[in-house]
């Protein structure tokens, strides 16, 4: 299934995967998507992640974490701010604070892809993909 916007498919896939208490989810493999999953686990939300499929149809295998013995999703919500029909970007002075740092919005930057922390402490701005809290 071709989809235009891999990174709101990604997010899709996570949050319906997490509310249905999956271990592991598949996206589709693109640069995007690896690096996005890469602030994910760096900053805890994931548990792991590994490479699975063929080369033609590569797949991002998550591992999701949970809290506890309940197994709440570690995240509330995972929200998509840029997207292909209205791109959003914010210079270094005007980079959000999701719910007061609690949350992480992630950045891409010309130096890559990282957390609105990271794009602060390098002085970048970019375009603000998504905000996960």
Not at 112 to 129: Q, Y
């Amino acid at each position: 299934m071709a989809t235009n916007d891999t990174i709101s498919d990604m997010l899709t896939r996570v949050r319906n995967a997490s509310l249905a208490k999956h271990a592991t989810t598949l996206v589709p493999a693109t640069r995007m998507t690896r690096n996005i999953a890469d602030v994910l686990k760096a900053e805890g939300f994931i548990a792991d992640i590994e490479e699975a499929g063929e080369a033609p149809r590569k797949m991002i295998k998550l591992t999701l974490k949970y809290k506890g013995k309940t197994r709440l999703p570690i995240f509330t919500k995972l929200k998509r701010v840029s997207r292909p029909g209205l791109r959003v970007y914010s210079n270094t002075k005007d980079l959000p604070r999701v719910l007061g740092g609690i949350g992480i919005a992630i950045i891409s930057t010309s130096s890559g892809v990282m957390t609105d922390r990271d794009a602060r402490k390098a002085g970048i701005g970019g375009e603000v993909l998504c905000y996960v809290w």
